[in-house]
């Protein structure tokens, strides 16, 4: 919506993962040499936690795609598995038809197909994103998987990505956690990688102008969204559309203020106070009676503002889409020179 006007040719905060857009601070670089690392060991187990929005997903996306070399990649990025389900979208991962869907029957072939890739010498690589909801079950399963020998050592690799929580389950069970090589936390970035962070993100798109966020800005950016990657995306794409909608080419610290609920979900602060019922109406005192006179002002010049941005917008998409306009216009029934009240008039 504002690429053109900021003169990007990408979005530059979407909050979808996207690899090629990935900020390596020094702690992704880690985990990112870590997971390479587990793909090329023959003892490779590692454990990658990080809060929801971190950038795991996103390393793992990059992982996969420089990965070169003769290997067989089994990725599951879906684990609201039952107990047996896990087996079977292995096998299908593998390429392998289910002949018999039991348990038992489906741990038979995955141990064959482990042989024989093990007899070829091509590493298997078992990558699971959203690990924390696998069941202990699930878990307990990926630990004799992955403790399944062959002539060259284990016969598996594995790498587990998810949430906090994940870290906690796998040491619950002491047989998994002796074979987990590493345990890497992903942490929120700090103030001074935020501020490269988005700075990047506005480079690889395109914008090659302006610093647009002050230090001012990033500072409060960093305090809202502690540092996670997508929410400081979802901060800075609203920010830049408060731009975009007032047709200014700077960022306003002052739009977080009234957009971080809508984006955040933010609840007001336990000590504002809430309205607990209804009262009986009063006659307004004199100074009450100017108060709300400038309530209704502010409120005013509020609304007058937001038609404003809404005439913008309308006119932007009607030099665009001409065609569009006119037929909307006709199919509203409302004559083509008709105009929009000017904000001035009342």
């Known amino acids: 919506m504002y690429l053109e006007f900021f003169g990007l040719h990408r979005h530059p905060f979407r909050i979808t ?26 003892e490779g187990f590692v454990v990658i936690s990080g809060e929801i929005g971190s950038g795991k997903t996103t390393l793992l996306k990059k992982t996969v795609r420089n990965l070169e070399g003769n290997l067989k990649l089994l990725n599951i990025a879906y684990t609201n598995l039952e107990s047996k389900d896990l087996f079977g979208l292995i096998l299908r991962k593998a390429g392998m038809l289910v002949t018999d869907d039991s348990k038992v029957a489906m741990l038979f072939q995955i141990t064959d197909y482990l ?25 307990e399963d990926v630990r004799m998987l992955a403790g399944m020998e062959s002539m060259g050592g284990p016969s598996m690799r594995v790498i587990l990505l998810g949430q906090p929580e994940l870290k906690q389950a796998v040491l619950d069970i002491p047989q998994l956690a002796q074979r987990v090589k590493l345990f890497f936390h992903l942490e929120g970035l700090t103030l001074a990688e935020t501020a490269e962070y988005i700075d990047y993100r506005l480079l690889v798109s395109g914008h090659g102008g302006n610093k647009l966020f002050d230090g001012d800005t990033v500072r409060e950016i960093h ?43 933010d609840e007001l602060p336990e000590n504002t106070p809430k309205l607990t019922g209804l009262k009986k109406r009063e006659h307004p005192t004199p100074e009450q009676g100017a108060l709300n006179t400038g309530d209704m002002a502010n409120a005013t010049n509020a609304l007058l503002r937001m038609a404003e ?35 001035g008039r009342k």
Request: glycine share 4%; hydrophobic share 35%.
């Open 17 to 42: 993962p996207e690899d090629d857009f990935i900020y390596m601070s020094q702690q992704h670089s880690r985990a990112y040499v870590y997971m390479s690392s587990a793909i090329w060991s023959s």
């Open 115 to 139: 042989e024989k890739m093990a007899t070829a010498g091509t590493p298997v690589v078992l990558t699971i994103d959203e690990a924390q909801n696998l069941t202990r079950e699930n878990l």
């Open 223 to 265: 305090k809202l969204s502690k540092g996670i990657p997508r929410l400081i995306n979802k901060l800075c794409d609203g920010m830049m559309m408060c731009a975009y909608s007032e047709d200014r080419p700077f960022i306003d610290p002052h739009d977080l203020k009234s957009i971080r609920k809508d984006l955040l979900g």
């Open 309 to 343: 941005a809404l005439e913008r917008i309308d006119s932007r998409l009607a030099a665009i889409f001409p065609d569009e306009q006119s037929s909307r216009r006709e199919n509203i029934g409302a004559p083509d020179n008709v105009k929009p009240l000017s904000p």
